[in-house]
């Protein structure tokens, strides 16, 4: 059955990593601004960036026509006796999320390598037993999302962490519950690991639930790989940019999309944090009219 992504935008393309930093876009013109480029849906970025009050935020999305699709949080589940912290955060994400009205929760893993400084923190590969522990507790979460708060996990594969590359992609998702954990494709960061989009749409149909648009200018990730540099000095670099400059292609992204027996939300991200404050309005409506003339969203 084909149907139209439904297309929305986030934090990440005004620039927004954190809840709080001075040098990020303030929420209530990423709010104006989101809306003014023609977007109605959104997603709520780092939690604490808006307002954690739901009145006070609903009443803020209401103002201006926009509607919640999904919260986002990253979880550090590979690591020994992180549940509770990790809950803790997850929770209080996943709260809000539910009650503005939004039916999915993305779930990052933490990075191995500091986004911002580059410094390696902790092994870039999981063993074998690390990778069984990791799916076990991935499983729980994702159980326990749904029995607590009503919402889907869509675990969000990204570059710097243990699930990065196609062939670590597909073994998280033979390792995980089908039942119980579906994907996040970011196009921008399985093509910044060397992944196949088609690929993984192909081949994991069902496990598709909710996807971030994106782009990666491959002469950037190419010295980025060459030199070790890490995903945070990349950004800075340019790594990504704005569509169509970059890979992968949309076009057939967006009708494979179409394709599958699920309405699929499709979030356009351009990572450039820290970006300058009248950088993101102009890109966002270019990206949104681009992708509009693509293919069949709403």
């Given at each position: 059955m084909s149907r139209p992504a439904m297309i929305g935008s986030a934090p990440d393309s005004w620039g927004v990593w954190f809840p709080d930093d001075s040098r990020q876009t303030p929420w209530q013109r990423f709010l104006d601004e989101v809306a003014a480029a023609g977007y109605t849906r959104i997603e709520l970025g780092p939690y604490g960036y808006l307002p954690t009050d739901p009145a006070r935020l609903r009443d803020e999305l209401d103002k201006r026509g926009l509607t919640v699709t999904a919260g986002t949080i990253f979880e550090h589940l590979h690591r020994a006796d992180s549940w509770?912290?990790?809950?803790?955060?997850?929770?209080?994400a996943a709260t809000l999320t539910a009650v503005m009205g939004a039916r999915h929760l993305v779930v990052i893993p933490d990075f191995w390598r500091d986004p911002q400084t580059g410094k390696v923190l902790e092994d870039a590969h999981l063993t074998d037993e690390q990778w069984v522990a990791y799916a076990g507790q991935m499983n729980r979460l994702a159980r326990r999302i749904r029995e607590s708060f009503g919402l889907q996990i869509q675990f969000h594969p990204h570059a710097d962490t243990h699930v990065d590359t196609h062939e670590n992609v597909e073994r998280f998702l033979d390792e995980t519950d089908p039942d119980l954990v579906s994907l996040c494709l970011d196009t921008g960061h399985i093509s910044y690991c060397g992944g196949d989009n088609l690929k993984l749409i192909g081949d994991h149909?069902?496990?598709?639930?909710?996807?971030?648009?994106?782009?990666?200018?491959?002469?950037?990730v190419a010295a980025v790989h060459e030199q070790g540099i890490g995903f945070g000095e990349a950004v800075r670099m340019g790594a990504m940019c704005e569509p169509p400059a970059g890979i992968p292609d949309m076009p057939p992204?967006?009708?494979?999309?179409?394709?599958?027996?699920?309405?699929?939300?499709?979030?356009?991200e351009q990572d450039m944090y820290p970006c300058p404050a009248d950088r993101p309005l102009?890109?966002?409506?270019?990206?949104?009219?681009y992708l509009q003339s693509c293919g069949p969203l709403r």
């Open positions: 509770d912290t990790t809950w803790q955060d997850v929770s209080a149909p069902e496990r598709i639930g909710y996807v971030h648009l994106k782009q990666v200018d491959p002469a950037v992204i967006l009708d494979a999309l179409a394709n599958l027996d699920a309405e699929i939300f499709a979030i356009v102009p890109i966002a409506r270019r990206t949104l009219t």
